[in-house]
């Protein structure tokens, strides 16, 4: 909140003990009178109690651009801000000066208590942080269930303790997707990253989500919708309005509306500009200079000094005549940004200079509020004519003042036909929000006013010339307009399911004119207020004939009143039904107002993002789910509140926005898709060896390999995965949307998850079985207790023994049935470690035939592949080290299978056709998934401690090829019923 001291002015000019003296504005009480005049900043909540044309600007309040007459008449007793008795604290004077005494000060004060609401304003948090802390907790469950279950279910089926807790961390790991942190934190940088090109600064990172599930952005008009500066918008001569284009934004073939030669239009230009006093500024802004304060050497701060206003003069001439700075108010500037590339300002003025009156100063005067007009007498010789007076100011004024009216080169007397020309045509420009100028000129016949004349122009009781005899030369229109992108952005907006709502300070028909200029409202609509005062009827009883209202905030506030006599469950619904419908705009509202909209479209159950820049918009900034302030003319308070800035105060960077946020949630969805379903292959086997009683066919360090190694390179890869074609076509991800779904769930683990299963087991029984042991002899070897042979006895078929030397003579007790060589002698093989690699399990697994010999227990098949392990230099075949074979290439059959997966994964529902392979990190990552494959299988440090083999090219995971190759035929074709078939509810996904 420290940047609220921003608006606090150092000192103020207040009359104490009866003198005027400076005290500080900190030490200002109410009732004390104060003095402001021009470029003051307000330092309390005043009333005015004399005034000479003060105008203060009250934009960081109402987000109005104009400068605003402060008078000592209460105009608006019920509405403080626009009463034009009041000027408020933090705001600046921007014309005149004035006295008033202090009713408010610090917290009492309007911005005090914006402050309030601002401090007040809990900020929410993220919908990516809550969807993170939902995937946590509900993978932590899942992970802890089943790592639970399998501890208690080895001890069931008579596993030691150790082993269980090693099956139990087992199961919990492979359910963790380690690779998610990393793909979170790259794809929300590289979001940041991507949003810095487009010139919009992220202070929070996780932010960027939210703005991705938006569905609504309450945005504040000017200086974001618009461009906060008045541009001429359209000129009127000739009885026809005409569309007045810039001359310097539009090349020379242009065709204009507008006919600078034509004598009329010519008659308007000069009018414009003779009776503007504004310039174009040349001399180098102060703030330019702040770095001399720095520099203590005379010579050295002028020569610096001298390079600042060179380089100044350079930029300013690179600048559009539309950039540079003027002195003068917001309409003059815009004329003269008009006027000035059709022909020099200062050209016509000295063309026709002004006279001067008998005190020596110049005959004019500026428009005051009370004239409503502006005039110049200046040196125009003509046949009949040494002097003209030209008159602008507000159009019903200048056209009273008017007899004639220019027409094609003529002069022609006002008649009831231009009278009603000229009523349609000011109401047209009205009806459009467009701020209207008449202009008009008479030249004073030569007979009666000769050329050394003396004009007395000091006020409007001392004139010594006719004012009714004026011809009327045309009408200028003004607007702030909008920003050139800002209409293709809200449709934008609107294709993704995203609705747009204005939230301005500004004049409803104003609002409402804007709002028709961007797209928020149809170009053809009819307003719900239009249609109620076209019938007579009430805004409520006009509601159901159209889709778009403009709200006052008088509705708002009588709506809240209201709301107070009601049950806590009842109130809210008339807001709620303004905010049901898909076209609104709120005009004339407060801070707190905003503060009120925004909680009134989060309890409808949206997202929103709200746009501003004034102080006035912070409150509602804080509250939002997502925060916009504008960086050029955004406030110090505004951006602090804020999430994000647009560095360039371009409302369509937003669109940008809300298109990486919606990336980075679909990439977070692919990743979890991609790094879950390898859980299952994973957790398989712990599940298969208990179960089953399968030889562990994956070991708990590759496990941690595919977790934390062949995972994390294509899973850090998604985060750069580009969006998908129908990416700003879907509806904003809704609150019951979520990251972790049944539907992710279902597709990670029983259907790729499931396919990849069949691959990696098949990969192991063929493995297993060309070592020796086919699969039917695999179920429940690892349970099966084994008579263990002296170390490296070699198998015999041909013994009674089969080679076991440690049998002796016990079996030679006859019996009908076999029975256990020695029943206490019995022990489970060493499957997992190097413990037992020198027994060969033909002649281990074995029991008394009741013959006096010996047989298997399990048959075991002739060895297809001779192969010595580098490990123990003792062969593979029909002993324990056929395990870390089989276990290696089942580790391989996990990675093809991801390799598909990963394809796979690439888009949602549309086929990878279309996506195309445009992501150049993602074969960086698959390679470097292979690399590290081949590392960890045929690198002989890491084969010990990891537990790997150096299998053949046959045993490289091509029994999961197939199986590969069916994830993504399946997937395609997943994908094609999920485009064409429509699911059996809304609240059912399509499980296709």
């Known amino acids: 909140m420290a940047s609220f001291k921003n608006f606090i002015p150092l000192s103020s000019r207040c009359l104490r003990n009866g003198n005027w003296g400076e005290i500080k504005a900190a030490e200002l009480v109410p009732g004390d009178i104060i003095e402001v005049k021009a470029g003051d900043k307000i330092p309390a909540d005043i009333r005015i109690i004399s005034s000479q044309e003060m105008k203060v600007d009250n934009s960081s309040l109402t987000g109005e651009s104009d400068a605003l007459l402060r008078t000592p008449e209460c105009t608006h007793p019920d509405h403080p801000l626009e009463t034009h008795n009041l000027a408020f604290f933090g705001t600046l004077c921007k014309e005149g000066q004035a006295r008033g005494v202090v009713i408010s000060t610090g917290d009492k004060t309007v911005i005090g208590q914006i402050a309030g609401l601002a401090s007040a304003s809990k900020g929410e948090q993220s919908s990516l942080t809550k969807e993170i ?122 065709k204009f509306e507008y006919d600078v030669t ?25 703030e330019k200079l702040k770095h001399l304060d720095s520099i203590h050497d005379e010579k050295a701060k002028a020569k610096a000094k001298e390079k600042a206003e060179r380089e100044w003069q350079k930029e300013l001439a690179g600048k559009l005549w539309l950039d540079r700075p003027v002195m003068g108010d917001a309409s003059e500037t815009a004329l003269v940004k008009f006027f000035q590339p059709i022909e020099d300002i200062t050209l016509t003025r000295n063309r026709y200079p002004s006279l001067k009156m008998a005190d020596g100063s110049l005959t004019k005067m500026p428009f005051n509020s009370t004239n409503k007009f502006a005039i110049n007498i200046v040196k125009y010789p003509t046949e009949e004519s040494h002097h003209c007076i030209f008159i602008k100011g507000a159009p019903e004024k200048i056209w009273e003042l008017s007899s004639f009216i220019e027409y094609e080169g003529k002069t022609v007397p006002i008649d009831d036909y231009w009278r009603k020309e ?9 009806k459009n929000g467009e701020r209207v100028l008449g202009f008009a000129k008479y030249h004073l016949p030569n007979e009666k006013f000769r050329e050394n004349f003396v004009y007395n ?58 709002a028709r200029k961007v797209h928020i409202f149809d170009s053809d609509v009819k307003t719900v207020n239009e249609i109620a005062e076209e019938k007579g009827i009430t805004i409520e009883a006009a509601m159901q004939y159209s889709d778009a209202i403009v709200v006052h905030g008088d509705m708002l506030t009588r709506a809240m009143v209201e709301d107070e006599e009601l049950p806590e469950r009842e109130r809210g619904k008339k807001l709620a039904s303004w905010l049901s419908k898909p076209q609104v705009v709120f005009a004339r509202t407060t801070p707190a107002q905003k503060l009120i909209i925004v909680q009134g479209c989060q309890r409808l159950g949206h997202t929103v993002a709200v746009t501003g820049d004034g102080v006035n918009d912070s409150p509602a900034i804080k509250k939002a789910d997502i925060g916009v302030a504008m960086g050029i003319t955004g406030s110090d308070v505004a951006k602090d509140a804020a999430d994000m800035v647009l560095l360039t105060d371009d409302f369509s960077a937003i669109v940008v926005g809300v298109e990486e946020g919606r990336k980075i949630m679909d990439n977070l969805k692919k990743c979890l898709v991609y790094s879950m379903t390898s859980n299952i292959p994973e957790m398989s086997p712990f599940m298969a060896m208990v179960i089953f009683g399968f030889p562990l066919p994956l070991s708990t360090v590759l496990v941690l390999c595919i977790d934390l190694g062949t995972d994390m390179f294509p899973g850090f890869a998604m985060a750069f995965e580009p969006g998908e074609l129908d990416l ?78 440690r049998v002796e003579n016990k079996c030679e007790n006859l019996s009908a049935t076999p029975y256990d060589v020695a029943a206490d002698e019995m022990e489970r093989i060493d499957w997992l470690y190097l413990r037992h690699t020198g027994h060969d399990i033909r002649n281990v697994y074995i029991e008394c035939d009741g013959k006096g010999a010996v047989q298997m227990t399990r048959r075991f098949t002739e060895c297809m592949i001779k192969q010595l392990s580098p490990i123990t230099d003792q062969p593979v075949c029909h002993s324990t080290e056929m395990l870390k074979y089989a276990q290696t290439s089942f580790f391989f059959g996990i990675v093809i299978g991801q390799y598909a997966n990963l394809l796979a994964v690439k888009t949602k529902k549309l086929s990878i056709y279309y996506q195309g392979f445009n992501n150049y990190m993602l074969p960086i990552g698959l390679g470097s998934e292979l690399i590290l494959t081949f590392v960890l299988a045929y690198l002989l440090p890491i084969q010990r401690p990891f537990g790997t083999r150096d299998v053949i090219f046959y045993h490289f995971g091509f029994a999961c090829v197939p199986f590969a190759i069916m994830q993504l035929i399946y997937d395609e074709g997943r994908k094609y019923m999920v485009r064409n078939v429509k699911p059996v509810s809304k609240d059912k996904p399509n499980w296709w």
């Open 133 to 254: 802390n939902r995937f946590v907790i509900a993978m932590s469950c899942i992970a802890f269930s089943l790592g639970a279950l399998f501890f208690i279910l080895g001890f069931i089926l008579g596993y030691s303790a150790v082993n269980n807790i090693v099956f139990a961390i087992s199961i919990i790991v492979s359910n963790v997707p380690e690779g998610l942190l990393s793909t979170l934190t790259v794809a929300i940088s590289m979001a940041a990253q991507r949003l810095a090109v487009a010139k919009v600064l992220v202070k929070n990172l996780d932010s960027v989500e939210t703005l991705g599930c938006t569905t609504v952005i309450c945005s504040d008009k000017t200086g974001t919708l618009t461009q906060n500066r008045m541009t001429v918008a359209n000129v009127w001569y000739n009885n026809k309005v005409r569309k007045a284009d810039n001359a310097q934004k539009f090349p020379k073939d242009h």
């Open 728 to 805: 700003m076509t879907r509806k904003p991800r809704g609150k019951m949307d979520h990251l972790f779904t049944m539907k992710l769930l279902t597709m990670a683990y029983c259907q790729q998850g499931g396919l990849q299963v069949l691959g990696a087991f098949l990969t192991y029984f063929y493995i297993m079985d060309d070592f020796g042991v086919p699969i039917w002899s695999t179920f429940y070897l690892n349970t099966k207790p084994a008579f263990m042979s002296t170390k490296y006895d070699p198998f015999d078929p041909y013994r009674y023994d089969l080679g076991n030397s």
């Open 422 to 430: 000229f009523k349609n045509v000011n109401l047209y420009f009205g």
């Open 457 to 514: 122009v000091k006020n409007v009781d001392s004139f010594n010339f006719p004012m009714d005899k004026f011809s009327f030369c045309g009408l200028i229109s003004l607007i702030d307009p909008p920003r050139e992108v800002v209409p293709f952005s809200v449709d934008k907006c609107q294709s993704a399911g995203i609705q747009v709502i204005m939230v301005t300070g500004d004049q409803p028909v104003t609002a409402a004119a804007i």
């Open 262 to 286: 034509d004598p009329n239009y010519k008659a308007l230009h000069e009018s414009a500009i003779i009776c503007s006093d504004a310039f174009f500024k040349e001399t180098i802004p102060t």
